[in-house]
Every structure is written in structure tokens, then in C-alpha cells.
């Protein structure tokens, strides 16, 4: 938890946490400005969050569709809200 927010924290002007979810260390996530979950995992967290940059300015135009994005994965998962 506390890499991610060392990590985070060198991405603040790209997102801001919101509320941090450690129910279980394997499902690790994290909420960003427009309520948008982000689950990340325990491992190569620096790496993660550059993708979820990427990801982010992908979809800036429409935050608001955006349920969750899952970087737990190889590929990560972007659900959105129907």
C-alpha cells in the first residue's frame, strides 16, 4: 500500500486517489477522481500505473462510462457502465 502511494504520488496531476481498498492484499484497488475503481494487484505497481495513464487519456473524453479497469492482468480490462 504504501509504494503505491509513492508511486501515485508521481502521478498526482494525472489522477487523484480517493479511497483505497485493502479488503484482501490479492484484490488490491484503489478509487480515482471520477469513482472509477482501479484494480491493481501487489506487483509491478510503478508499471501498472503508467499503463493506467495511458488508459486514461484514452478514454478522458467519458470517465463517467467507466465501471472499474482491471491491471491485474496481462492485458488490462476496461468495463464500462452500460
Do not use: C, M, W
Amino acid at each position: 500500500v504504501f509504494n503505491l502511494l509513492n508511486n501515485a504520488n508521481i502521478y498526482h496531476k494525472f489522477f487523484q486517489i480517493t479511497k483505497i481498498n485493502i479488503s484482501t492484499l490479492d484484490n488490491f484497488s484503489f478509487f480515482i477522481d471520477k469513482n472509477i475503481e482501479v484494480k491493481l494487484g501487489l506487483s509491478n505497481q510503478r508499471e501498472k500505473l503508467k499503463i493506467l495513464i495511458l488508459l486514461l487519456n484514452e478514454i478522458k473524453e467519458k470517465p463517467q462510462d467507466i465501471k472499474y479497469i482491471d491491471l491485474r492482468f496481462k492485458e488490462p480490462i476496461v468495463a464500462k457502465v452500460k
